[in-house]
């Protein structure tokens, strides 16, 4: 599988994923570097880092002279960020709506892209957007601390795990952010954060196999 080398260690990072999802690679299998780096026609080195990033989020663990090992993940494991990340963007919703007057071009452009990528099919393109939707409303809130938090939560990883576990629409996934444009553009920052509130309520019913109210 040829990549393009310019977002290659999302890409591998984004295809070990999935095929951790799907189950194509059983818990306690080796992910050899030399292996995968032949396979993506590319250097050890994004893979490592891929499976540095992979780590972090808990899904392989590494053994000093024996590599990468897949871990296995609970659902209950999945779901222990979306609080988290509620609290957080509820709060930065809130100062967000208070602080951009309504000036919302920038958060239109990333809607206008995902329902874009959604038309085309490109789940990667869809996540970056929708990332960085979200990390519109962060870096809006003003708040530094909120900020350095949010980002130390790799939410650009976790969100492709969210799309890919639900198998969520994409058209759907886009539309899921209107509420919260439309809260920001009223300037309401109990409206902005009952969206965000909902957004992620939303998400968390799709992976227990439920529907959004």
Do not use: C
């Not at 059983?26 to 893979?47: I, K």
């Not at 100062?95 to 239109?108: D, K, Q």
């Not at 439309?182 to 439920?210: I, N, S, V, Y």
């Amino acid at each position: 599988m040829k990549l393009n080398r310019t977002v290659l260690r999302e890409q591998i990072k984004e295809e070990l994923i999935a095929r951790l999802l799907s189950g194509e690679y059983a818990p306690g299998e080796r992910l050899v570097e030399t292996q995968l780096a032949r396979e993506f026609g590319t250097s050890q080195a994004p893979v490592r880092e891929a499976l540095r990033e992979l780590e972090l989020l808990r899904f392989v663990e590494s053994e000093p002279f024996r590599g990468a090992r897949v871990r296995e993940v609970t659902l209950e494991e999945l779901l222990e960020i979306y609080p988290v990340r509620a609290a957080l963007e509820e709060l930065a919703a809130r100062l967000a709506a208070a602080r951009l007057g309504g000036a919302i071009g920038a958060f239109e452009k990333e809607f206008e892209a995902m329902k874009e990528a959604a038309g085309a099919g490109d789940l990667h393109e869809l996540v970056r957007h929708d990332v960085s939707f979200h990390r519109l409303i962060v870096e809006s809130s003003g708040n530094r601390t909120l900020k350095e938090v949010w980002d130390s939560l790799r939410i650009g990883a976790r969100t492709i795990i969210t799309v890919v576990k639900t198998d969520i629409d994409l058209h759907e996934l886009a539309e899921m952010h209107r509420p919260l444009l439309d809260a920001l553009e009223e300037k309401d920052p109990e409206k902005a954060g009952a969206a965000l509130r909902w957004h992620f309520t939303a998400f968390e019913k799709m992976m227990k196999g439920a529907r959004p109210e």
